[in-house]
């Protein structure tokens, strides 16, 4: 079975580098846009009463499929690519959560952004806390990580990566 997606815009963000992009947008304050096709903007109607909105993109730049991945928040065990959010996965799907600052047309304009200026979007959904949050979550191996002060780090693969030799 093919299965097989469009884009229906692109995400354009300050970050043109893999290295230097954030590994998550909960951890930055970068502000972008998200420009969708013409022909999909008529499904931007309501979007501006959400705060968050959920991006799904194609990680176009990722490189070849790697089952065994070392974590960039655990540069020192290979994980499984299901228990990580390394771009190197076997359908290049990535997520994120952004804050929706405001709606120009086709263009949502974004904050939190973890995404390389040129990212395919393939959709968007709406974050709904009723549905989305849910209590008692088990972190699984990222619960041992001391993130607390991540984002004093510049929470990018280079900057993660600086930390643990400066820090041994």
Known sequence: MEIRYRPIGIVHSEFTEQDETPIQGIFNESVGRVE??????????DIESFSHIILLYHFDRAGECTLLQKPFLDGE?????????????????GISIVRLLGVHGNV??????DVLDGTPLIDIKPYVYRF?????????????????????????PRALRDRERTNQ
């Open 36 to 45: 969708v096709f013409p022909e999909y903007a008529e499904g931007l109607r």
């Open 77 to 93: 065990k290979e994980r499984g690519i299901f228990a990580i959010r390394h771009f190197k996965r076997p359908n290049p799907i």
């Open 108 to 113: 949502l304009e974004i904050k939190g952004v």
């Open 132 to 156: 989305d949050h849910r209590d008692e979550v088990r972190s699984g191996w990222v619960d041992d990580q001391h993130i607390d002060d991540i984002a004093e780090w510049n929470s990018t």
